[in-house]
T-cell receptor
Framework: AQTVTQSQPEMSVQEAETVTLSCTYDTSESDYYLFWYKQPPSRQMILVIR??????QNATENRFSVNFQKAAKSFSLKISDSQLGDAAMYFC???????????????FGKGTHLIIQP | DSGVTQTPKHLITATGQRVTLRCSPR?????VYWYQQSLDQGLQFLIQYYNGEERAKGNILERFSAQQFPDLHSELNLSSLELGDSALYFCASSFGQGVSEAFFGQGTRLTVV
């Protein structure tokens, strides 16, 4: 079974600074997807960024970028120019790309609580 | 707004009771996924339906069941409720069964007293 580990329960960053959230995963598969989801106090799960394992290029979405190291099974999220609205729980998630009689759901890490200091 | 609608938003019930949570997927999405978020277990995948058929099971208890109807909405039924079932239950939807991206509803907060 796949596992996702987020080793930082909480991170704090000054507004406008850059912060990196860590995520490692364990899998025996070669084809999969990785995601970062944001959960603000409203509880809504919002997709921040995704990465296909077969792509060597790191995904980028505006101020959000990832550092995907497949061999190391590492998938960190970098948030540049942090804004107050970035304050939330951030979850790293894994999903197999295989269809084993149907697709499995996401496997989530425990989350990192990101605090933005004004 | 993700386009996924969950009702009710909040639910308070007593131990031993049965409840039904409802999910309407985004227009055109055929897959529905149910997740449970609790303080103890974190976010866990429960079950997936695709076009009316069960496709994958995660850590779903035998007391829980789900179904997807011809109009593609889904219901998650929780019975013989225990205090430990108190959690946030999310529904997510995607177009296909193997696509990478799923969109989440706002969740139903279940409190068992």
């Amino acid at each position: 079974a796949q596992t996702v580990t987020q080793s930082q329960p909480e991170m704090s960053v000054q507004e406008a600074e850059t912060v990196t959230l860590s995520c490692t995963y364990d899998t025996s598969e070669s084809d999969y997807y990785l995601f970062w989801y944001k959960q603000p106090p409203s509880r809504q799960m919002i997709l921040v960024i995704r990465q296909e394992a077969y792509k060597q290029q790191n995904a980028t979405e505006n101020r959000f970028s990832v550092n995907f190291q497949k061999a190391a099974k590492s998938f960190s999220l970098k948030i540049s120019d942090s804004q107050l609205g970035d304050a939330a729980m951030y979850f790293c998630a894994y999903r197999s790309a295989k269809l084993r009689g149907g697709a499995d759901g996401l496997t989530f890490g425990k989350g990192t609580h990101l605090i933005i200091q004004p | 707004d993700s386009g996924v609608t969950q009702t009710p938003k909040h639910l308070i019930t007593a131990t031993g009771q049965r409840v039904t949570l409802r999910c309407s997927p985004r227009s055109g999405d055929l897959s529905v996924y149910w997740y449970q978020q609790s303080l103890d277990q974190g976010l866990q995948f429960l079950i997936q339906y695709y076009n009316g058929e069960e496709r994958a099971k995660g850590n779903i208890l035998e007391r829980f069941s789900a179904q997807q109807f011809p109009d593609l909405h889904s219901e998650l039924n929780l019975s013989s409720l225990e205090l430990g079932d108190s959690a946030l239950y999310f529904c997510a939807s995607s177009f296909g069964q193997g696509v990478s991206e799923a969109f989440f509803g706002q969740g139903t907060r279940l409190t068992v007293v």
